[in-house]
């Protein structure tokens, strides 16, 4: 029940944002017409949309867990230091990091040449400089956070109680994966390379016992992949073109 409860407030959230969002958006002068084709101002829409978001859940979730459990929020969701014991704990850190490097590279090599061909919905996301910057420094500095405290902070530990850890696991990282799968729309290869990411992330989460560990992988990939595209966007220079 909590978990169709959150899912319930994520949707609602959606939508209610999204239109509060809009009417700021329509008290400046940004009209229907403007946020359905310019680049720029429907990034910008994104953007603030999914911050906000961000920043209602994790209230939530604050919420719920003080005031009806009542216990530390952060240790609760398994905020943990990562035991370290053949290597510091800073170079254990840099190595699940680098893990999240070597998985994006197998990811994207897999992409590239099993995936379609066809433009996905993602890429409309990146038609604006600014807004494409945003959307990188986004990938590394909050998605992560967010998206291991919500999956493997939250979720992944009620499944993975009520129905086994192996069930968690694919669970956890099947919804993880499903959850982009309207950016990924059309290019059903790079979906299932998502909800593998997912797994193994989850994976990671289990085994140490720590969101932390899936945490560290997940940056390390979301910055292996932000560099690529720089790379490949020649520093934003050359961006997918309009419709």
């Not at 509060?20 to 359905?36: D, Q």
């Not at 510091?88 to 190595?95: H, N, V």
């Not at 945003?134 to 109680?161: D, K, M, N, S, W």
């Amino acid at each position: 029940m909590d978990l169709l409860l959150f899912a319930l407030i994520a949707i609602a959230g959606t939508v209610v944002l999204g239109v509060l969002v809009f009417l700021v958006f329509a008290a400046f002068g940004v009209t229907l017409s403007e946020l359905r084709f310019s680049a720029r101002i429907q990034g910008l829409f994104n953007i603030v949309c999914e911050v906000l978001l961000f920043a209602a859940l994790i209230g939530y979730l604050a919420l719920q867990i003080g005031l009806r459990f009542r216990v530390p929020f952060w240790q609760s969701l398994g905020w943990r230091a990562i035991e370290a014991r053949r290597f510091s704990r800073t170079l254990a850190y840099w190595g699940w990091i680098l893990g999240g490097f070597l998985l994006a590279f197998v990811v994207q090599t897999a992409a590239a040449v099993f995936g379609t061909k066809a433009s996905l919905p993602i890429e409309e996301l990146f038609r604006d400089r600014l807004t494409a910057a945003l959307i990188l420094l986004l990938a590394v500095l909050l998605a992560p956070f967010v998206e291991e405290t919500i999956f493997r902070g939250y979720i992944f530990p009620v499944i993975a109680r009520s129905f086994g850890r192996g069930v968690g696991i694919v669970a956890t990282g099947t919804l993880f994966g499903l959850l982009h799968a309207a950016q990924l729309w059309g290019g059903w290869t790079e979906i299932g390379l998502l909800v593998f990411v997912g797994i193994v992330f989850t994976y990671a989460r289990a085994v140490k016992g720590t969101v932390l560990a899936s945490y560290l992988l997940h940056v390390g990939y979301n910055f292996a992949v932000s560099v690529a595209f720089l790379v490949g966007s020649r520093g934003l220079r050359v961006l997918p073109p309009g419709p």
